[in-house]
Nanobody, 117 residues
Framework: QVQLVESGGGLVQAGGSLRLSCAAS??????????MSWYRQAPGEERELVAV???????MYSDSVKGRFTISRDDVKNRVYLQMDSLKPEDTADYFC?????????WGQGTQVTVSS
């Protein structure tokens, strides 16, 4: 059973940085074969895609975070990271890690990020 555990959230002032981490375990196939993503959900809003890292390292970002956030993966440690720089109050949300392979998705419980102005 896939387990994803996020960490690294917290309270930070606008302009600051945070690094989120997602520890993954329980995969049927090798971790490197999974597409890993970060999503976020602000209060009263729908969950939105933030960043994706594909098998092999190709990345994609939402327009709202492009140039400020960096997603990366460590296929030896089975971890995925989200480096968040130049944070803005509108980045305040719960951040979720997702794994995906052949249409099967798994989610973590989330970590809260609050950016004060």
């Amino acid at each position: 059973q896939v387990q994803l555990v996020e960490s690294g959230g917290g309270l930070v002032q606008a302009g600051g940085s945070l690094r989120l981490s997602c520890a993954a375990s329980g995969f049927t196939f090798t971790f490197s074969s999974y597409v890993m993503s970060w999503y976020r959900q602000a209060p009263g809003e729908e969950r939105e895609l933030v960043a994706v890292v594909h098998s092999g390292g190709r990345t994609m970002y939402s327009d709202s975070v492009k140039g400020r956030f960096t997603i990366s993966r460590d296929d030896v440690k089975n971890r995925v990271y989200l480096q968040m720089d130049s944070l803005k109050p509108e980045d305040t949300a719960d951040y979720f890690c997702q794994s995906s392979r052949n249409g099967y998705d798994s989610w973590g419980q989330g970590t809260q990020v609050t950016v004060s102005s």
